[in-house]
T-cell receptor, first 111, second 115 residues
Framework: AQRVTQPEKLLSVFKGAPVELKCNYSYSGSPELFWYVQYSRQRLQLLLRHISRESIKGFTADLNKGETSFHLKKPFAQEEDSAMYYCALTSKETSGSRLTFGEGTQLTVNP | DTEVTQTPKHLVMGMTNKKSLKCEQHMGHRAMYWYKQKAKKPPELMFVYSYEKLSINESVPSRFSPECPNSSLLNLHLHALQPEDSALYLC??????????????FGAGTRLSVL
């Protein structure tokens, strides 16, 4: 079974501070990991996916298969980064159809 | 058009009513999804349609009945719902339901209240 764990429900940092949102997964096959973000009153949208290896809005995430982690990082947080962040997993074995979300981390960036 | 559009935005219904939620996309996507999201919780997958055929039903009660009339449209028919079914219902679409490289694009949702 696919499982995603985000250990922090709430995370609060000050503007300009580094931020790391943790994500661990459990899956024995070939996982594909994503970070989705939901800003206040906006729709859920993709932030990053591990196959792209890109930086979006200053965020990066590296898949660590040894530690089964896909932590989201940003060196200098901005107030506009305040949102709910969901780590999500899909797999080749389900042909990418079944997207399993973690419980989410509510990030607040204080001025 | 690069959006998934859901109507209505809000819906209030009684337990004996029959209503439908509608989802539309014109991005040429061939996979469409229904999710249920409770407050402060992640979306939970309900149904997946791939090439207009139901490919995943996550043991959803029969009072929820999905329908995919064509590749651009997805409906969710509701009948005899319970108050605990009150939630935000999200529709999503992706290019295909057959590759992990798919990105799912989400609609803004229909906020449903069952009285």
């Amino acid at each position: 079974a696919q499982r995603v764990t985000q250990p922090e429900k709430l995370l609060s940092v000050f503007k300009g501070a580094p931020v790391e949102l943790k994500c661990n997964y459990s899956y024995s096959g070939s996982p594909e990991l994503f970070w989705y973000v939901q800003y206040s009153r906006q729709r859920l949208q993709l932030l990053l996916r591990h196959i792209s290896r890109e930086s979006i809005k200053g965020f990066t995430a590296d898949l660590n298969k040894g530690e089964t982690s896909f932590h989201l990082k940003k060196p200098f947080a901005q107030e506009e980064d305040s949102a709910m962040y969901y780590c999500a997993l899909t797999s080749k074995e389900t042909s990418g159809s079944r997207l399993t979300f973690g419980e989410g981390t509510q990030l607040t960036v204080n001025p | 058009d690069t959006e998934v559009t859901q109507t209505p935005k809000h819906l209030v219904m009684g337990m004996t009513n029959k209503k439908s939620l509608k989802c539309e996309q014109h991005m040429g996507h061939r996979a469409m999804y229904w999710y249920k999201q409770k407050a402060k919780k992640p979306p939970e997958l309900m149904f997946v349609y791939s090439y207009e055929k139901l490919s995943i039903n996550e043991s959803v009660p029969s009072r929820f009945s999905p329908e995919c009339p064509n590749s651009s449209l997805l409906n969710l028919h509701l009948h005899a719902l319970q108050p605990e079914d009150s939630a935000l219902y999200l529709c999503a679409s992706s290019l295909s339901g057959r590759t992990v490289k798919n990105i799912q694009y989400f609609g803004a949702g229909t906020r449903l209240s069952v009285l």
